[in-house]
């Protein structure tokens, strides 16, 4: 059936189409005969063929027929389809405005002024205007108010009319603001250009109505020129000039695949030949967008970069939530939330290198009330730059804007001529619908362009520096081979203190820089070590810290001056050892050649590359004394390209990101990697929330959880946690008693029947563990056929009933339990088939109640 909404948008085509077709040869057209409710006017509204009063124009004594009266501040743009050859008209200030009344009216084509009539007023005889328009699209009538108030300003386009070319459609009146609107499935970010040629930004969460271009919703502000709160931009000219203007220039817009679609608005400085180019990549079904600048200019000299934020969006105040996460090692990813009030919120790092030790570049901004699961609108932001990071919210009392980039502490930037500064991807991920809808379509889109294989799901991993730490040679490791294969683990990963020979790495204090292997350990070098890992049907994997020196190395006593230091202060360690100059070409190359070599060990198809610690002397002997400021930014480029380069030569090389836990977790570099290492932490009550935590922004397959004794748990409790992410172990399998075997063994069988669910399939978070009894999640397969649900016993507890997610209601699923704990009673549903709907309402009693239990249950056909 046909809505009347369809009837009437059908009839308003036919009158358009009609409209369009009913020129006869060259036509002139009245704008009065245009459709003036588009037109603005600062009192009342516009007239057709009166002044703005409702009598006949007057202008100077002189009245007309024909024309259009309005008030200042007015505005009428026009789409002439580029068809169109002069404007002509009779302008000035109408006769009823009494003895007042002071205007200026301007004609712009496609931005630019055409002509303006410089200040008139009231009494002035009409002025003719005839402007030549051909080849202008969008044609711009403005009356300002001459600079002294709007009081009296009635202003009348008198006799004003379009020549259009000979058969050319009837020109159409737009709305007064060109509104650039970004559009995903769910959500839609609307810019305007201001009647001063600024780009402006309807703020996220406003109502409609209030769309004002006031300076505080400017889409990119800059400092120096009239803004007065936290800029996107400020820089200092060639000349010295510390203000920056950015006008409006152009927009193009690019279909790419997949209904994605690329962005690219232009701005310039009207006073300097200097640009920002504001893109965006819209991805329409997962509700993102992908936000970062461009930044060039052809001044006669360097431009300095003081602040060059990625993105710096826009919310209505009101009851804006932030939720962000702070930590230090071995207590990653803390979540806190709070209501923005005015002020600035800072959270920043100033670290440089394993930049998120303490603070993380990835919050969530909740509109309406404290963000929930199932509802409410959230957007999450998550900043892909591994160095210093800053997201600022300015809350100024009007609105809330989300500035998010490089740090700009101590990070000037001198931009030279014709070279172009491209500011870090910012990406927000939009949901009407609470943290589990964003968090799905996070994935979704992380799967794709955010780490990588993320369709391929990953192998068990048997690490060894919790079996062993330091403290192995070639015997040692090649005996933990039998056991974990017979265990069902499918990756060995060989960890730190395989190395160094002048200086053994026996421990954490000598040794980092000399990736040669250590004779005495390792005689014939990683080859065999792989080899027999290989022989055995195991993948062999190895952790390297390339961008770290320890002062006690061949390579530091070779190159002293390759490491980040301040000159004349003491030299500051940390773990023992310093972090090379990567903007240094030698160590560029060196950096390059270790990972290359050890790479290409044959039988090498894996490595965790770690990162120990963080900056806290950024000097660099290779920068120049002015730019000592540019290492912060310049190292982490340098490191992407090593990492580019390396994801590039080894594409079948599985990576883990590792920074003394989870210090660089980002999609910067991850975008290199397949995964990451969250913390050092492995104590399983640690993981639970710390793993939910992370999995707002991360897919679990990429967030690494590995077994180990830590804390002491039960193993069958610590096997369900980290089955529920990245499976790996780290434990010594020779030593585990028989029992404990059997719990590990039954893990990892079942998790290969699993994996597939939890990697690529949907993620529901059902209950938060954060001071909780108990946690639970469920994944869900993409066809929806299979189900997963976990619940991690943290108290003492009810075996109440744990209600999955995201099921076909009208689907049989059979319930069963996977590597029951040993002792414990069966699930009561075990076996029983039962509908989505009915698992969804009613839920499933799980076999854990008891402080430390887990229960994992799998839901197949
Ligand atoms: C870091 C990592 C650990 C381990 C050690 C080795 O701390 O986070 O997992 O690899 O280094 O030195």
Excluded at 47 to 72: C, E, M, N, Y
Aim: hydrophobic share 40%; net charge negative; with cysteine.
């Amino acid at each position: 059936m046909r809505t009347s909404f369809q009837f009437s948008k059908a009839l308003c085509c036919v009158v358009a189409m009609l409209r369009a077709t009913s020129l006869a040869p060259a036509e002139t057209v009245w704008l009065s005969s245009l459709d003036l409710a588009q037109m603005t006017s600062g009192w009342s509204v516009p007239k057709a063929d009166l002044g703005v009063v409702g009598k006949p124009i007057s202008i100077g004594g002189k009245q007309f027929a024909r024309g259009i009266g309005t008030h200042a501040e007015s505005k009428l743009r026009v789409d002439l389809g580029r068809k169109a050859k002069r404007f002509l008209a009779k302008v000035g200030v109408d006769d009823s405005a009494g003895n007042q009344g002071s205007v200026e009216f301007i004609v712009a084509g496609d931005g630019k002024t055409l002509w303006q009539s410089g200040l008139v007023t009231n009494g002035t005889p009409a002025i003719a205007v005839n402007v030549d328009i051909s080849g202008v699209r969008v044609l711009d009538l403005r009356v300002t108010n001459g600079g002294d108030g709007s009081g009296s300003d009635h202003a009348d386009w008198a006799e004003a009319n379009i020549e259009m070319v000979e058969g050319a459609a009837k020109p159409v009146a737009l709305p007064a603001y060109e509104i650039i609107s970004l559009q995903t499935k769910n959500f839609t970010l609307n810019l305007q250009v201001g009647d001063d040629g600024r780009l402006y930004q309807h703020a996220i969460g406003a109502d409609a109505g209030d769309s004002e271009p006031h300076r505080w919703n400017e889409a990119c502000p800059q400092s120096g020129d009239g803004y007065i709160w936290e800029p996107s931009l400020q820089i200092v000219h060639a000349d010295g000039n510390t203000s920056t203007t950015l006008l409006y220039d152009s927009l193009t817009r690019t279909n790419e695949t997949d209904g994605r679609e690329m962005i690219r608005i232009r701005l310039h400085d009207p006073a300097y030949p200097f640009e920002a180019v504001l893109c965006f990549r819209t991805h329409r079904d997962v509700d993102v967008i992908e936000q970062w600048m461009e930044i060039h200019h052809q001044e006669s000299g360097p431009v300095k970069l003081e602040r060059m934020t990625s993105s710096s969006l826009l919310f209505a105040p009101t009851n804006l939530h932030l939720m962000h996460f702070f930590g230090d090692w071995g207590k990653e990813m803390q979540p806190t939330m709070e209501l923005l009030t005015p002020g600035t919120k800072v959270l920043d790092s100033k670290l440089g290198v394993r930049a998120h030790q303490f603070r993380n570049p990835n919050f969530i901004l909740s509109l309406d009330a404290p963000p929930t699961e199932n509802s409410g609108r959230v957007i999450a932001g998550s900043l892909a730059w591994s160095g210093s990071f800053q997201c600022a919210f300015d809350h100024n009392g009007r609105s809330v804007r989300a500035l998010a980039g490089v740090n700009p502490f101590a990070s000037t930037y001198h931009l030279k001529p014709g070279k172009v500064f491209i500011t870090p991807t910012m990406i927000w991920v939009w949901s009407s619908a609470g943290l589990g809808d964003m968090s799905r379509k996070f994935h979704a889109w992380a799967r794709d362009f955010g780490f990588r294989d993320g369709h391929e799901p990953r192998t068990v991993l048997l690490n060894n520096w919790e079996a062993t730490g330091f403290d192995f040679d070639f015997n040692r490791i090649v005996s933990l081979y039998d056991p974990a294969k017979a265990i069902g683990t499918e990756l060995f990963l060989l960890d730190d203190g395989w190395f160094g020979n002048k200086y053994p790495r026996v421990n954490d204090k000598a040794g980092l820089g000399d990736w040669s292997p250590n004779h005495q350990r390792l005689p014939n070098g990683l080859a065999p070590l792989a080899s027999e890992a290989v022989k055995r049907g195991l993948h062999f994997g190895i952790w390297i810290e390339p961008e770290m020196v320890n002062p006690k190395s061949e390579l530091f006593d070779q190159h002293p001056d390759w490491v980040i230091r301040q000159p004349k202060r003491e030299l500051e360690l940390q773990r023992n050892q310093l972090v090379l100059d990567l903007t240094r070409p030698e160590v560029q190359q060196f950096e390059w050649r270790v990972i290359q070599d050890v790479l290409s060990v044959p039988g090498i198809t894996y490595a965790k590359w770690d990162g120990n610690r963080y900056l806290t002397q950024p000097g660099s002997s290779w920068l120049p004394a002015d730019q000592q400021s540019h290492l912060w930014i310049d190292y982490t480029h340098a490191l992407y390209e090593l990492m580019a380069k390396t994801a590039k030569a080894f594409p079948k090389t599985e990576l883990m990101l590792c920074a003394g836990g989870g210090g660089r977790v980002d999609y910067g570099a991850l975008k290199y990697f397949h995964e990451f290492w969250p913390s050092d932490n492995n104590d399983p009550t640690v993981r639970v929330p710390m793993q939910w935590d992370y999995s707002y922004f991360f897919p679990v397959m990429t967030i690494a959880s590995h077994v180990a004794h830590s804390g002491n748990r039960p193993l069958h409790f610590a096997c369900s946690v980290a089955m529920s992410a990245r499976f790996g172990m780290d434990l010594d399998l020779v030593k585990l008693s028989p029992e404990d075997r059997a719990v590990c063994a039954g893990a990892i069988s079942a998790y290969k029947r699993i994996r597939d669910v939890t990697q690529l399939g949907d993620l529901y978070r059902l209950e938060r563990p954060h001071d909780a009894v108990r946690g639970a999640l469920n994944f869900v397969s993409p066809d929806r056929s299979r189900a997963v649900v976990f619940v991690f016993q943290l108290k003492d507890g009810e075996a109440s009933p744990v209600r999955p997610l995201g099921l076909d209601p009208l689907k049989y699923y059979v319930v069963h339990e996977l590597n029951p704990a040993p002792g414990r009673a069966d699930l009561a549903a075990e076996g029983k088939s039962i509908t989505g709907q009915d698992l969804m309402s009613s839920g499933i009693i799980p076999t854990c109640s008891k402080a430390l239990e887990a229960c994992v249950i799998e839901l197949a056909p």
